[in-house]
């Protein structure tokens, strides 16, 4: 047996080690993911020891976020034409590089550097990793490999604050960086020795035209998205919102024209392939959002420590393998509208359910929502992203990927966005009157600013000789937390309600996927090599 894999997969054959392939690259979405939700548990460590401001760490989970979403498209293609093994093997060693000088520095501008460097490498992992699977699997196997892909997906929400909670215990949070290095390392090896390499046979030049301003276009919209809600619609998020307009109507009338577009956009004429996309971007606007509080909630209302929370995020990761297995046996037999609706209306009962979180709330009131919205991401994602990779030609599979992958990161930037800023909002609310006149000025504005903030003053206040009014704040942050907790998830609930009716709307019923036909777009097959 040859220690590496040198010819691609040929038509009409099966890949031996296909299965060992899927391992490698769900391994490198497990850190393209988990990256960013073990930042959720180290930001605080990082907080302390840097000395970060609010603005300064929102610009480290930013400088990921901004260059992932908007690059991934670009990498996509690029990757199709040269090579989309060798795109994963250049995005891990980059993301490995980027975490090596992430765990080094001592400063926010040379974190946030790091941190760009890694979300830049994630752009080449993520499309790649999935164009692979396409490529590497036959037609009546890919539903099963994307199911496990989707589930992996879903894992690292969880696995990524338990692995940082569990590394928080004996070392700083520049160890949550250097984790992905051995990872990305045996990904790397893994990949030359497992993952058979391929590229589409054209001799067509790359649409570097639309590559540009597909980048401009979705970097402005993240920006704008995270900013807007966040400190108010003020210049920089309107410019951001303006460019991003001008600049997706320049890239859609660029396809439209182009002899070989990079992303065809009468694509998203087909009501499968557009209800398919919102699906995946309202799930992870779901999951990452909510993912954002619950997890505020179980260590500064409830107390628990990293680990702790990391450990208890495990039912969400449990319950996607379930979820998965499910639709696996369920979506041929009911369809892709039912299983897409049904895992939706189940996401939305989580939510619901969260809205019963008040002050006295135990883990008891997570347990269920956690397993539900983990059910509803295993029965409904898997389909929905078969479905939008099917729409995509061998040639372009990893633009199908990166289009995928690029509704999964604007739904997560959104649910954090969105419902970041009602909680924050709400939160200021609730605890504006307990605070009014009790606290010098500058106290009360952290106390407001975050439940993390009221807790650090209610800690001086403690050492000052004041116990009973610090116990006092604590359990006035608690219950406005929890009040705003509870008011974020009614806003969820509906958003995802609403949405969960224009995919019932959109999607077509019970026939194969593929069968409606995309406008214009020949459904052409083209070797893999």
Known sequence: MALLVTAPVEPGTTYGRRWAALVVLCLSVLIGVMTNTSLIVAAPDMTVDLGLSSQQLQWIIDAYTIPYAALMLLMGSIGDKYSRRGMLLTGLALFAAGAVLGSLVDTAAWVVAARAVMGTAASMIMPATLSLLVATFPKRERAVAITIWTATTGLAIAVGPLVAGWLLRDHGWASTFLINVPIALVSMVAALALVPPSK????????????????????????????????????SAVIAGVIAAITAAAFVACELRHPNPMLDVRKFRSRAFAG????????????????????????????YDALSTGVRLLPLAGAVFAG????????????????VVAGMAVGTLALVILTRVDSESGYGAFVWPLILLGLAIGLSVSPATDTIMDAFPERLLGVGGAVNDTSIELGGTLGIAIFGSVLASNYRDQ????IAGGLPAAAADTAKDSIGGALIVAEKIGHAGMPEQAAQLVSAADAAFAHAVSHTSLIASIMLAVGTVAVAVLLPGRRRPAADAMPDVAKETVSVG
């Open 200 to 235: 589409a046979h054209t001799t067509q030049r790359l649409d570097l035209p639309g590559g540009a301003l597909s980048v401009i276009a979705v970097a402005s919209l993240v920006y704008m998205i995270i900013e807007g809600p966040r400190h108010g619609w003020h210049a």
């Open 431 to 434: 605890i504006a009157p307990h």
């Open 276 to 303: 398919a996309n919102l699906a995946v971007m309202l799930f992870f606007l779901a999951a990452f959002g909510s993912i954002y509080y619950v997890t505020q909630h179980l260590q500064f209302v409830l107390g």
């Open 324 to 339: 998965s297995a499910i639709t696996g046996v369920l979506t041929p037999r009911l369809g892709l509208r039912a299983m």
